[in-house]
């Protein structure tokens, strides 16, 4: 039971509405408490994405998340238009908006299923064996409802700002729906930037301004498979940083995901 004797949320987001959303506990941001985190948004972006006019013959390849300022912990309103149709190639948006202002726009593209296993090749290094990883507790590093919703093991080799981990939830993006095994996965990447830091939190800010997913294979995902992340975080030497994931689901490597970075001291301006 949560507080109050209330019970506890089994997902991220409850349906208020054909096109609202209200976000639960579990969706609270790292960086404050009154924001969404990004995941659990990048997630429910890509659950309302891949209900839109469903195409069976398309793959969905690439997703392109802008964060538009403060995500905050409200009900949440999601629409989904197609900008460019087509036969082979199409491009979708949607579009979330919170407290009375658009927060985060995505974008993907979806592309036609082709049979290419005969030329397939040029994939990463695996990523270490769950059983050679060790628990990690994120809240001893961040705060929000959001990390304490996931389970996370760190990988053997691990410096600061580079390092593999594997994690995963026991939740459902949205109350009551399936979601596509995608969504779920997307669902998760964006914590990618907090799981191997180069800068201690406590100094310094570098919440990300996007998420940018390309995808080799469809990733297989759901409440309690694994997603895994290979990362190297860059920190430039005029505010600008940049996290560099290669994505794993329990079967190998699917792609890869970029995050720039707004790095700052703690206290400072901006």
């Known amino acids: 039971m949560g507080a109050l004797g209330c019970p506890v949320p089994t997902a991220y987001y409850q349906r208020l509405d054909a096109e609202r959303f209200q976000p639960t506990e579990h ?15 990048s997630g429910l972006l890509a659950h309302a994405l891949e209900r839109h006019a469903p195409r069976p013959d398309l793959v969905m390849a690439r997703v392109t998340y802008e964060i538009l300022g403060l995500i905050s912990l409200e009900p949440t309103t999601v629409r989904v238009r197609t ?7 199409e491009l979708v948006e949607a579009v979330a ?40 507790d994120a809240t001893a590093t961040w705060s929000g409802g959001y990390i304490r919703s996931i389970e996370v093991l760190r990988g053997p080799e691990r410096a600061p700002g580079e390092g593999q981990a594997w994690l995963r939830t026991p939740l459902a993006l949205v109350e009551g729906e399936p979601s596509t095994p995608l969504a779920a996965f997307l669902g998760l990447v964006d914590t990618a930037n907090g799981m191997n830091v180069r800068l201690d939190p ?47 689901d329990e079967a190998g490597p699917v792609g890869r995901a970029e995050q720039i970075l707004t790095v700052r001291a703690l206290g400072a301006g901006g």
Do not use: K
């Open 27 to 41: 969706a609270q941001g790292a960086w404050n408490a009154h924001e969404q985190h990004m995941a659990p948004v």
């Open 83 to 89: 900008v460019r149709p087509g036969r082979t190639i």
């Open 97 to 136: 908006s919170a407290g009375g202002r658009e927060v985060v726009r995505a974008t993907a593209w979806r592309l036609a299923v082709q049979e290419t296993s005969a030329v397939a090749g040029g994939l990463p290094r695996a990523l270490p064996a769950r059983e050679r990883c060790t628990p990690l």
């Open 202 to 248: 406590a100094a310094w800010v570098f919440p990300n301004l996007d998420l940018s997913v390309h995808l080799h294979r469809t990733p297989q995902g759901g409440p309690g498979r694994w997603v895994g992340f290979d990362t190297l975080v860059t920190v430039g030497a005029g505010g600008v940083g940049l996290t560099s994931t290669t994505l794993y």
